[in-house]
C-alpha cells in the first residue's frame, strides 16, 4: 500500500514495546519514509543497579534495525522532571492524586518531542503506538483546516487509550498518526511474531505510573516526600482507630486490614483530610461513604470543540470516565462560572478521586477533560442528613 496523501516522513516514537515496533512497521509498509525516536524521560537506576529505559532503548534500536528504518535517540529528562515530575510531586503533597501520564502526552509526547522531530528532522508527522484514531485518519493535512480533528476511541475498546490522550493539543493532533487505532491488540501481537520480532511480542506490558517501573509506589513516593503522620478515623463513629505516616501513600477506595488490632476487619479510604492530614476509612467494599453521585471539575479542555450549547450555560449529556478501565457512565455537564462545570452521574460512583482527570465522551468521539477537585455529598452523607431531617420532623 503506498501514501495517499502529500505526508512523506514521519517520527515515530519508538519505546522497545510491541506497540510502537508495530506502528513504526505499519508505517513504513504503506510508504512512509519511517525515522524511529527514542524518547529518554527518567534516569533512575533500579534496584540491580541497572538503568531499566537502557534495557527498552536497546530493545528499540533492535527493532528499528530489523525492520529497516533509523533509530535516534532523545534526551527529555529535564523537561520531564520541570513540566511533569516536579508538579506531580506538588500535587500528591497536598492529598491530591494526579495523572502524570496524562500530563506527560501533553506536554512531551505532543509537545516537545513533536517540535523536535519537526525541528530536527523535518517531520510531517509524528506516530505512537497509542490505541486511538482521528476523524482524518491519515489524511492529516485535511485537518488543518477551521474544522480541526477529533479524537476518536480506538477498534479494540479494552485497550483504548483515548482517556490518556484526552489534553492532547489540536495543532498536535493534526501531525499525529495512530497506526494501532483500527487494530486488536491480539493482532499487534500476531504482526510482531509474523515479521520475526516474537522477543518484543512476548515482552510484558509496562502498566502504571511510567516513571515508577518495576518499583513499588509507596516506597518509590517516600523517596520524596516528607512523611506527615495523622489519624485513621473511623466514618461512622469519628473515633480514631489507628496512625498513618502520610497521606499521599493513600488513595480513595484502598483497603487497609486489620485497623486497630482487627477491630474493623477490612476497611476502605473513603476521604483525606489535607489539612489535618486525617484519613478517613469506612467497613465494608461498597459502604455508601465510597460513591458519590456528583462532583466538580475544572473548565475542561475540549479538543476540536466545545459541546453543542456548552458556551451559552446549558447542561449538556454526555459520558464520563475517570479511570480508564471504567465503562464511560452518562452524566449531566453543567457550567457553573468560567472556571470549572459541575459533573452529575447518571448513578453513583465508587472512590471518585480529587485530582484525577474527567473524561468527556459523545459515542465514539473524545471531547476532552477536566481535572476533580471537589466532589458532592457521598450517598452516605445523604442517607445521613435525610436521617437527621426525619428525626428532627418526628421530636
Known sequence: MTVVNSLKRVVCGVSGGVDSA???????????????????NWDEKDESGQCSS???????????QHIGIPFHEVNFVKEYWNDVFSPFLKEYQTGSVPNPDIVCNRLIKFGVFLRYAQTQFSADAVATGHYARTSV???????????????????DSWKDQTYFLS????????????????LLKSEVKQIASEIGLQKIARKKESMGICFVGKRKFPSFIGEYIEPKPGNIINVETGEVVGTHHGIHHYTLGQKLIHVN?????????????????????????????LFNQEFYTTLPYWIHQEPDGFSEGRSCVLECRFQRTYVPVTCIVTRCDKDQVRVTLNEPMRAITPGQYAVFYHGEEC?????????GPSVYELQQNKE????IKVS
Open 22 to 40: 508495530v506502528s513504526a512497521y505499519v508505517l513504513k509498509q504503506k510508504g512512509y519514509e519511517v525515522i524511529g525516536l527514542f524518547m529518554k
Open 54 to 64: 537502557d534495557r527498552d532503548k536497546d530493545d528499540a534500536k533492535f527493532v528499528c
Open 137 to 155: 485518519g491519515e489524511n492529516l493535512l485535511s485537518g488543518e483546516s477551521n474544522h480541526g480533528v477529533k479524537l476518536l476511541k480506538a477498534v
Open 167 to 182: 489534553q492532547i493539543p489540536q495543532k498536535a493532533l493534526q501531525r499525529a498518526l495512530f497506526p494501532l487505532g483500527g
Open 261 to 289: 488490632h482487627g477491630r474493623f476487619g477490612k476497611c476502605f479510604i473513603v476521604d483525606k483530610d489535607r489539612i489535618t492530614q486525617d484519613v478517613i476509612i469506612a467497613p465494608g467494599t461498597n459502604h455508601p461513604a
Open 367 to 375: 471531547l476532552g477533560s477536566g481535572v476533580i477537585n471537589t466532589r
Open 388 to 391: 437527621r431531617k426525619q428525626n
